[in-house]
């Protein structure tokens, strides 16, 4: 059985891509350097994702829909530039949840994950610690790389606020146990 590809390969018109790495919209807060998609009306609870064929619907709900399954996986083929981003998503997801300690607090792990979201330093397509740079065109000029970088950044804080939505959704107290069991799972046995 093949792993669960992006229904945004497809997806019209097509993202501005850096690189082959895709610029999708994102339903969010954060600034950017793409537009924000529209908040569904009526406002949804932070722990749930519009319906799919929503306006609303981005790829960060789908990263977060399809990270259980795609866990379970070594090998995945990428079949357009959604999938590259998905793949991203689902590494950074990963090393949120091995942030997240199992005798954690809300407030804890929000500081935890969040650090991990703002740090600057992390890696982008073309340089040496990327995990997959066969897979990955480096940016052309120095302005992309940090459009690039800008948008991965944006990417990671809003995946951030929206997994700990999920992973503390019945109450602060103590983390869900059924997020928690995938952080020793590495998707494709990569980590960023």
Known sequence: MPAY??????AEPAPRLVGNFP???LRTKIRGPVYP??????????????????E?????????????ANTFFRN?????????????????????LTKIKPTA????????????????????PGDPAWP??????????RQDAEVLRQYMSQVRQELATRLLARVYDEGDAKPSKWWLSFTKRKFMGKGL
């Open 37 to 54: 998609l529209p908040f569904p009306d009526p406002p949804l609870p932070a722990n749930e994702s519009p319906d799919p064929n929503s």
């Open 5 to 10: 590809n992006s229904v945004f390969n497809t």
């Open 23 to 25: 610029l999708f919209p």
């Open 105 to 124: 607090n809300l407030r804890d792990a929000t500081k935890d994950v969040t650090n991990l979201a703002l740090d600057l330093n992390f890696a982008i």
């Open 76 to 96: 995945f083929e990428i079949q357009g530039p959604a999938d590259r981003l998905l793949v991203y998503g689902i590494w950074f997801v990963s090393d949120c």
């Open 56 to 68: 609303s619907y981005d790829i960060l709900d789908e990263v977060l829909a399809l990270f259980r």
């Open 132 to 141: 997959l740079n066969q897979m990955y065109e480096a940016p052309r000029d």
